[in-house]
């Protein structure tokens, strides 16, 4: 059974920066679709950046310019770097396949201080 786990998270001031991983364990990353997701306190879970099988990604407006994603297909994990983190990107962070969902993993914690 394909397991998701998320970690890299952490409480970081803001316009700091972090580095978060998901590692597939029981399959492979190599021609899926990645994708992030946050749920904020409170809020419904929702959409942060896609890394498509073709290579290219695509974010969403709010996280646009400062979130980078990229994977290792060899390593099978995929990573979204962080930058310039502000205090409403505070949630925590899931990835997953846009379609098909494997069960969600654990997710990690981002906390934004101001």
């Known amino acids: 059974q394909v397991q998701l786990v998320e970690s890299g998270g952490g409480l970081v001031q803001a316009g700091g920066s972090l580095r978060l991983s998901c590692a597939a364990s029981g399959s492979t990353f190599s021609g899926t679709t990645m994708a992030w997701y946050r749920q904020a306190p409170g809020k419904q879970r929702e959409w942060v950046a896609t890394s498509t099988s073709y290579g290219t990604a695509n974010y969403a407006d709010s996280v646009k310019g400062r979130f980078t994603v990229s994977r290792d297909n060899a390593k099978n994990t995929v990573y979204l770097q962080i930058n310039s983190l502000k205090p409403e990107d505070t949630a925590v962070y899931y990835c997953?396949?846009?379609?098909?969902?494997?069960?969600w993993g654990q997710g990690t914690q981002v906390t934004v201080s101001s």
């Open positions: 997953n396949r846009p379609y098909n969902q494997l069960n």
